[in-house]
């Protein structure tokens, strides 16, 4: 029983450790990092954190998200693309003024000045098709990067949708996690003045130590859970710098 309760206080440790590197990782920081429990974010802060609504997420996430910017920027260089290749069925237009003098006698009842302006149209009568291929490639290109750009829309509210949802359920289970915390540490507080009366045995007081401990296991992965989850969340509406 000893080694039992013992195996579980490891089993507890071992998973406070992966909860803090998945924190780390998170946050960009080597796992070498010192990170002790004071300075992870309290839970009580991250329940009172409120993400923006679903419709308010999905306008800061179309102003700010590069992803998105990329993909606008991409149809509109596209859409030019395909209006200059329409524009090159255009004729090539020129104005002409042209100025004539004659120096020697005119010829009978002609000015010896004469001055002739217009305009000058030309079409390519064959280009072997190549402006009619041009043309369907810039409209291929611009459909491809509408249909991107819809793409990275659906993905980003897929993405919005479901990290609000698991925020809120992560909230929940941090304050399950307190919870049993709490109710964790009144039982190993009874089990030890038990002890201390000879009212249990070491193991027993093993196994309070080691309900203690998985408990404070569960409440630092909930804690980093709905962390990390908070940080998608900034990261996915376009913040910078998330708080």
């Known amino acids: 029983a000893q080694l039992d309760a013992k195996a579980g206080l490891a ?12 924190l780390l990782n998170g946050l960009g920081l080597p796992h070498a990092t010192a990170l002790g429990l004071e300075a992870m974010p309290a839970p009580a802060t991250i329940r009172a954190y409120v993400p923006p609504a679903y419709d308010v997420a999905i306008e800061k996430a179309q102003a700010a998200r590069l992803d998105l910017k990329q993909a606008a920027l991409g149809v509109e260089q596209a859409e030019y693309g395909s209006s200059l290749a329409h524009f090159r069925f255009a004729p090539d237009v020129n104005l002409f003024l042209k100025w004539e003098r004659i120096y ?22 064959w280009d072997n098709g190549a402006k009619v291929f041009a043309s369907h490639q810039a409209a291929a290109e611009a459909q491809k990067a509408e249909s991107g750009l819809a793409e990275a829309k659906d993905k ?57 401990t998985k408990a404070r296991g569960a409440l630092v992965t909930a804690t980093i859970e709905a962390e990390l989850l908070r940080l998608g969340l900034e990261q996915a509406v376009g913040e910078a710098r998330p708080r």
């Open 104 to 125: 020697s006698a005119p010829p009978f009842g002609n000015p010896d000045f004469t001055r002739t302006y217009g305009v000058a149209a030309s079409w390519d009568l």
């Open 11 to 22: 089993k507890a440790e071992a998973s406070q450790k992966k909860a803090r590197d998945r």
């Open 156 to 212: 980003m509210r897929l993405e919005l949708e479901g990290l609000l949802v698991d925020f809120e359920a992560a909230k929940e289970s941090l304050l399950a996690a307190e919870a049993s915390v709490a109710a964790a540490e009144e039982a190993y507080r009874l089990d030890k003045a038990r002890y201390g009366n000879g009212l249990v045995t070491t193991t027993d007081l093993l196994l309070s130590e080691g309900s203690q």
